[in-house]
């Protein structure tokens, strides 16, 4: 039984797993790929991986980065990190060797950490750099540690720590590494537990990479808290995962609507037993009524998810029972987090009913990027985080998405909201999808250009398709190109990558002419 002294404070993450260890020793922590461990051997590698790590000069300060999927060792890595004070970098496998090395320059970890699977990437990503670098795992990092070039002073942990550094997907720009301590990850874990609890009997499927901020702080570090088991899957595929909530008896998982769109789609739907299901959190976007109905006929009603990887991230979560009833909604604020909604132009709150961008409050707001204090501050104000999201709440306090600011064009003087847009074309028959972007215009300073997958089979004209927006949306909203394209881009989590459509519209724009539709 693991009964070790944690050398840290009472409330940061590492000791999670020590207290865990000593009253639940034999229950299952982690199922990789049907190889487990218990709480009292996880909390061993992760103790005995600290203690090297401290006696080998790494310390609070310091960040080690990884390259790596879904695995025991990763989450070894990071409870030992907790342990010892270090920042745990998760990096993203699928980045480009240059971009991988952009984002490990601008992170300057003191140690790279990379599982055998992504040894060719972060080999070519580390051209160059003077960093240490060890594989993960028994015969990597646990049984030798590189030592440190630059020794740390050994301290307790605390609170304020710099637990986990998260990059941002990059959708809308590069990406930025946003930092959360122990305590903005101690308080969203609180926060969940009392909204959406989980006990030491749930199996909690955790499918999204470890490089999102979802990956830790939307279920598995909540259940590694209270001691459930978590199965580690390291890509998403429809067959698998169905399987494994089947064989595995899933009572509770996290994931994105495309992910739930094609688990019911797959044909082992209907075959597949479902009813271990209690909880399935979706996140990363609003999910569509048909998709919602579609698995609340299986009996797993759906529960909507908000957040921010600048908030740790959850901000707003709406049960599953009132989902059904306020589509599109994404819900009320989490325990122990503050919202307000203020307006775009003068930046007052507004109460009541009202439209303008959501502003977060609360101890699990993020304590800033990684060398950019010019960014941290454009996305502060006071203790506010602005999310940079314009939302709507209704009377009964219930908040919806309306679009990214950012996201947002201005034709002739008016906003346009491409959601807004999207949703009239996808009420189209023939449209399985659409996305919609600004684009520069001589006459109205932007327009819209919508790209739009038909439904399979489906013959669709752009004349049929500009008829039907007219008939749905005011002139200005009206998308002066309709493109037809097999598929929408998409990002690591499958967010819609609007940077990659601004740039083909842009292409498609450039010397043509289109008469406003007004």
């Keep these: 039984m693991f009964t070790g002294i944690v050398e840290d404070d009472p409330h940061t993450v590492g000791r999670w797993l020590a207290d865990r260890a000593a009253t639940s020793p034999r229950r299952i922590a982690i199922d990789d790929r049907g190889v487990t461990i218990d709480y009292a051997t996880l909390a061993l590698r992760a103790s005995a991986l600290a203690d090297a790590l401290r006696d080998a000069g790494y310390g609070a300060g310091d960040r080690i980065a990884t390259v790596s999927g879904n695995s025991t060792d990763h989450v070894v890595a990071f409870f030992a990190c907790a342990l010892a004070g270090v920042a745990f970098v998760p990096l993203s496998w699928r980045l480009t060797p240059r971009e991988l090395n952009d984002v490990l320059v601008r992170s300057e970890p003191a140690l790279v950490l990379v599982e055998e699977d992504f040894a060719a990437v972060a080999g070519e ?52 590494g946003v930092v959360l301590t122990h305590a903005n990850c101690f308080w969203n874990n609180l926060a969940l537990s009392q909204a959406l609890p989980l006990t030491q009997d749930d199996v909690v499927l955790a499918m999204l990479p470890q490089f999102h901020v979802a990956a830790w702080n939307c279920q598995p570090l909540l259940a590694w808290w209270v001691g459930a088991t978590v199965v580690l899957e390291r890509s998403f595929q429809p067959a698998r995962i169905l399987q494994l909530v089947e064989e595995r008896r899933v009572t509770a998982m ?95 709150p507004l109460e009541g009913p009202a439209t303008g961008e959501l502003w977060v409050r609360g101890p699990s707001v993020f304590a800033g990027y990684i060398g950019d204090e010019d960014a941290t501050a454009a996305a502060m104000s006071g203790p506010w985080l602005r999310s940079g999201d314009l939302v709507q709440r209704d009377a009964a306090g219930i908040i919806s998405i309306v679009d990214r600011l950012k996201d947002i064009y201005i034709s002739g003087g008016e906003n346009v909201a491409p959601a807004e847009v999207e949703y009239a074309l996808g009420l189209h028959p023939l449209i399985e999808s659409a996305a919609v972007v600004g684009v520069p215009d001589p006459v109205w300073g932007e327009r819209g250009v919508a790209f739009v997958v038909r439904s399979p089979g489906a013959a669709l004209s752009r004349d049929e398709v500009v008829a039907h927006a007219r008939r749905n949306l005011a002139a200005f909203k009206v998308p002066v190109h309709i493109e037809f394209v097999e598929t929408l881009p998409r990002s690591t989590i499958e967010k819609l990558a609007r940077s990659r459509l601004r740039a083909r519209a842009k292409n498609l724009m450039e010397g043509a002419h289109h008469e406003p539709s007004r």
């Design 125 to 176: 990503a580390l051209r160059g750099m003077d960093t240490p670098v060890a594989p993960l795992g028994t015969t990597g990092i646990e049984a030798s540690v590189p030592p440190s070039r630059a020794p740390r002073t050994r301290r307790h942990v605390r609170d304020d720590d710099p637990l986990l550094v998260i990059f941002t997907s990059g959708s809308e720009a590069a990406p930025k």
């Design 254 to 348: 996290m994931g994105v609507p495309t992910q739930y769109a094609l688990l019911s789609a797959d044909r082992d739907w209907a075959s597949t037993d479902v009813s271990s299901l209690r909880l399935a959190l979706v996140g990363g976007a609003t999910m569509p009524i048909a998709l919602h109905r579609e698995w609340a006929d299986r009996g797993i009603p759906l529960t909507q998810g908000y957040g921010l990887t600048e908030a740790a991230p959850n901000v707003l979560h709406l049960p599953a029972d009132e989902a059904a009833a306020n589509p599109g909604a994404v819900g009320r604020p989490y325990p122990h987090v503050t919202v307000e909604i203020v307006d775009v132009e003068s930046g007052l």
